[in-house]
Antibody, heavy 113, light 112 residues
């Protein structure tokens, strides 16, 4: 059974850094593209980044966030730097970049002074 | 960037009746391979999104056949043949043709 479990979300002040993790199980992690999608409170879904052989970013996070993975640990990461109020959201990790059939439950990041 | 526009914003439905919603893209999502690169997701209240339809019209595994996707190019629709109470939530279309991947704003389906 495919499982994705996000962690690392917390309250953080603007301008600071934070790293999110997504622990994957139930599939051969290294064989798949992985993605981060976020949802601000009461808002819609926003794609953030994906990683396969290359990395891809939304313009809103390019240069501030870094997606990475450790295939030996079956873990996906999102390093968030210079966070802003508008980065406040639930962050989901998802398997694949298209046909995202598996999502985690999400981890909440709150950016506030 | 490709802009995805969904309508209506809100869709009151009656159980047992059909329901339909629309998604339009600012650029064609039809690839040269003949596939339309649009996915549909349902986010039920308090839950993570779940995949319903991919490549415009292919139902994901385990999705009831009352859900169907259609359309090509820039105009797409999701139809529920007979709405059930468990179908309430927000439906999102998403283009996966090119980065940045973009979602529509969502259509909220609620029971009348």
């Amino acid at each position: 059974e495919v499982q994705l479990v996000e962690s690392g979300g917390r309250w953080v002040q603007p301008g600071r850094s934070l790293r999110l993790s997504c622990a994957a199980s139930g599939f051969i992690f290294g064989n798949y593209v992985m993605s981060w999608i976020r949802q601000a409170p009461g808002k819609g879904l926003e794609w953030v980044a994906s990683i396969g052989g290359s990395t891809y970013y939304a313009d809103s996070v390019k240069g501030r966030f870094t997606i990475s993975r450790d295939n030996s640990k079956n873990t996906l990461y999102l390093q968030m730097t210079s966070v802003r109020d508008e980065d406040t959201a639930v962050y989901y990790c998802a398997k694949d970049m298209q046909q995202m059939a598996y999502w985690g439950r999400g981890t909440l990041v709150t950016v506030s002074s | 960037d490709i802009v995805m526009t969904q309508s209506p914003l809100s869709l009151p439905v009656t159980p047992g009746e059909p329901a339909s919603m629309s998604c339009r893209s600012s650029q064609s999502l039809l690839h040269s391979n003949g596939h339309n690169y649009v996915d549909w997701y349902l986010q039920k209240p308090g839950q993570s999104p779940q995949l319903l339809i991919y490549l415009g019209s292919t139902r994901a595994s385990g999705v009831p056949d009352r859900f169907s996707g259609s359309g090509s190019g820039t105009d797409f629709s999701l139809r529920i043949s007979r709405v059930e109470a468990e179908d309430v939530g927000v439906y999102y279309c998403m283009q996966v043709l090119q980065t940045p991947l973009t979602f529509g704003g969502g259509t909220k389906v609620e029971i009348k």
